[in-house]
């Protein structure tokens, strides 16, 4: 038997208090949300991961937190992402919640130990009390998971107050209140009925930058930028090439291959606050359009709109603020008038009802070209109002036909020419519309008699006869300038959402767009087994029905639907040929959907301000190929395409290689039969790529530049710089 004196018994409880220090430390160390590199926790008050199934909006989406190791404390959270008539845009958060405020400003930012099922994107946010609103501000970071873990850290200086947020809440601190957090938490987003994982392992608040571990770049992990560098325009290799291109300079000067000014513009998105003009600008877009069907809920006067079959009000960055966001940045902006006639009455205490018509439309002529002194000449009267009955299914039972819509078309563009006409006649507003979707195979609407089935056939007979007609139309106003229209090829599963065709059947598919004798196999967006030929009928229907109208396109993607993840170089490709088709075939106006975005699919900058593969190839576009449009013809068509433009003298050269394989290839400038300054040189396309070739109006400098963009940059196997 031992007998401990009192001196023993002191000895014991200081090594039980020791004992008692370093297991809580040990445990700190293995906490998955721990303060100063693990150093010990932060007080997480319940410490419990919640699920918030439909992000405040009614989604249905289904959300659980397992545990993977009690141990270690990490967990997955599993979901299943499912939309709603009332909410098409199924998401879910994971989140801790404080019971009181936390302050967080001494740690410089997050470091996640995770990892997921694919490689997809997803959000780390902080819910932080707004101090001018007292309103709870989102706040977060983007970045991308793979199907590995690994360490992610995403510094505090890369958060950003969520886009959707900001026009809806004037008045808040445009600041990060880091010392007012209420919550953080994981944010996904994605289509209907998809299903996934994350797996997280920890979550650590730093104080300092990791040394082993850079801050998450988004932009280069999604792709690198163009490849940029010089060629040798005497390296020259025919005995070497199959292969050839051939470019004709003699026509440059015939005034029929104009290239529009408005050939290059975007979609911006509307339920967002505008994107950053730094990452913008150097897109070097001439139009940005306000459209879409939240437009035609929108009250132009109080910046209000609600979403289908919902009564909370939401607002909008106002025009005023868009409108200088464009010249800014170089841009017109194209406004889309309210056609559906709906929205919150700011008369009668915001209540959502039929409240707006043709003199709101003339009064918003007078507010901005008078009252405020804008001259904006370009004006959109709806979106797809035959499928308004789809849409906007809250107030809308029926169909619209193509006779109801003209005569809404009619009255609204009549006010809008008249109250320009008072107000200065010398600037001519230009008319856009029906911005009709393909919803409707072959552009038809049932509701027509039989000899009256084709829309936009009979829309433009209308047209025309109205600009004749005396009584109605005295001052003989052409009511329509510009004809409009939206086409999402799509190449998927409608209720799986899965890719249904390979590369090189959607690359393939171009050919809808142009060629009379290519038979539609692969796009479900025009009929199957039909001839699409789409520019070419568009161009005849206005040729033979109402001369003198232009073309627009004024939404156009692969995939109308959100959050389908094609492969981002089918993408990048399919619209590079594309924006050759439309410059070739006299396209006057095109506004690409989306300028930005929540889904990176569609975007070409994200709802945090990061450029996405698809902004690569509009900007090689948009900054080079203008002037005059030139005879280009290549001997592998439909696998080597090739554009060329003479802009100033300068010649610009696009090639498109859809195949998964590269093309050493002779490059043949002929300059005309009298002339002795023809160039020809050979280059190596690479495999599913862009290329953009400039060769200086100085024929004596023997280099050109060249910028490269596909595969290779974005699957990251090269390093570049980008020169844009």
Avoid at 52 to 76: F, Q
Avoid at 87 to 104: A, H, R, Y
Avoid at 145 to 158: G, H, M, R, V, W
Avoid at 637 to 664: G, T, W
């Amino acid at each position: 038997m031992i007998i401990f004196n009192c001196k023993n018994r002191i000895i014991i409880k200081r090594i039980i208090v020791v004992l008692v220090f370093l297991i809580g430390f040990i445990l700190c160390e293995y906490s998955y949300a721990a303060l100063e590199k693990g150093e010990r926790s932060l007080d997480f008050d319940s410490g419990h991961w919640k699920v918030l199934n439909d992000s405040g909006w009614p989604g249905a989406s289904i959300g659980y937190v397992e545990t993977l190791n009690e141990k270690k404390h990490s967990v997955r959270f599993k979901y299943t992402l499912k939309a709603t008539e009332l909410w098409l845009w199924p998401e879910i958060d994971f989140f801790i919640e404080f019971d009181e405020l936390k302050d967080l400003t001494e740690y410089t930012g997050v470091q996640l130990d995770i990892k997921g099922e694919k490689r997809e994107e997803v959000y780390f946010y902080f819910l932080t009390r707004d101090k001018d609103t007292e309103l709870l501000k989102p706040c977060w970071c983007r970045f991308m998971l793979t199907d590995k873990y690994q360490k992610i850290y995403l510094p505090f200086s890369q958060f950003k107050i969520a886009k959707d947020w900001i026009p809806r809440h004037r008045g808040f601190n445009p600041s990060i209140e880091w010392n007012r957090v209420k919550s953080f938490g994981f944010h996904k987003k994605g289509r209907d009925g998809e299903q996934g994982n994350i797996q997280l392992l920890k979550v650590t608040f730093l104080q300092e930058e990791p040394a082993e571990i850079s801050a998450l770049d988004l932009e280069r992990a999604r792709s690198l930028p163009p490849e940029h560098f010089l060629i040798n325009l005497t390296n020259n290799s025919p005995e070497k090439t199959d292969i050839k291109i051939t470019i004709h300079n003699s026509n440059s000067l015939q005034e029929d291959k104009m290239l529009s000014p408005y050939l290059y513009g975007a979609n911006w998105g509307v339920w967002l606050d505008l994107p950053d003009k730094k990452k913008v600008a150097p897109l070097g877009l001439k139009l940005i359009r306000a459209g879409g069907p939240f437009m035609d809920r929108y009250n132009w006067r109080s910046s209000k709109y609600t979403f289908p079959a919902n009564e909370k009000l939401l607002t909008m960055t106002d025009l005023d603020e868009f409108i200088q966001y464009c010249r800014q940045i170089g841009a017109e902006p194209l406004i889309q008038i309210n056609a559906l006639g709906y929205a919150p009455d700011e008369k009668d205490r915001e209540k959502f009802m039929k409240c707006m018509n043709a003199e709101d439309a003339a009064d918003l002529v007078r507010y901005l070209n008078k009252e405020r002194g804008y001259n904006i000449k370009f004006f959109e009267i709806g979106n797809e109002p035959f499928i308004w009955h789809d849409v906007h299914f809250d107030v809308r039972k029926t169909p619209c036909s193509i006779k109801e819509y003209f005569e809404i078309f009619k009255k609204i563009s009549m006010a809008i020419k008249e109250a320009q006409a008072e107000i200065n006649p010398t600037l001519q507003i230009k008319i856009f519309g029906p911005a009709i979707s393909t919803s409707f195979l072959n552009w038809q609407t049932p509701s027509l008699e039989a000899n009256e089935r084709h829309a936009i056939e009979y829309f433009l007979q209308k047209c025309h006869k109205f600009q004749n007609n005396q009584a109605e139309n005295p001052e003989g106003f052409r009511i329509l300038d510009v004809l409009s229209f939206h086409l999402f090829p799509s190449f998927r599963n409608q209720l799986t959402g899965e890719i249904k065709e390979d590369v090189s059947h959607i690359l393939e598919s171009t050919q809808t767009w142009w060629n009379h004798s290519y038979i539609n196999k692969y796009d479900s967006s025009l009929a199957y087994g039909e001839v699409g030929e789409v520019l070419p009928k568009f161009k005849k229907w206005i040729e033979a029905n109402y001369a003198g109208t232009e073309l627009a396109i004024t939404e156009f993607n692969i995939e109308s639907q959100l959050m389908i993840d094609y492969d981002p170089v089918v993408k990048v490709l399919y619209l590079a040929d594309l924006y050759g088709i439309m410059a070739k075939y006299g396209v006057d106006y095109t506004t690409q959907f989306c300028l930005n975005s929540s889904d990176h699919n569609i975007a070409l900058i994200d709802e945090t301000d990061n450029i996405t593969p698809l902004y690569y190839p509009l900007a090689l576009y948009s900054l080079n190929f203008k002037g005059t449009i030139l005879d280009a013809g290549s001997s592998l068509p439909e696998k080597l395409n090739v554009y060329a433009c003479n802009n100033r003298d300068n010649i610009i050269i696009m090639v498109v290689n859809k195949e998964k394989q590269s093309f050493y290839t002779e490059v043949i400038l002929e300059e005309g039969p009298e002339s002795e300054d023809s160039i020809s040189f050979s280059h190596n396309f690479p495999a599913l790529s862009l290329t953009c070739i400039k060769i200086l109006a100085n024929k004596s400098n023997s280099l050109a530049e060249c910028w490269e963009y596909g595969e290779q940059q974005i699957n990251g196997t090269v390093d570049n710089n980008s020169g844009l």
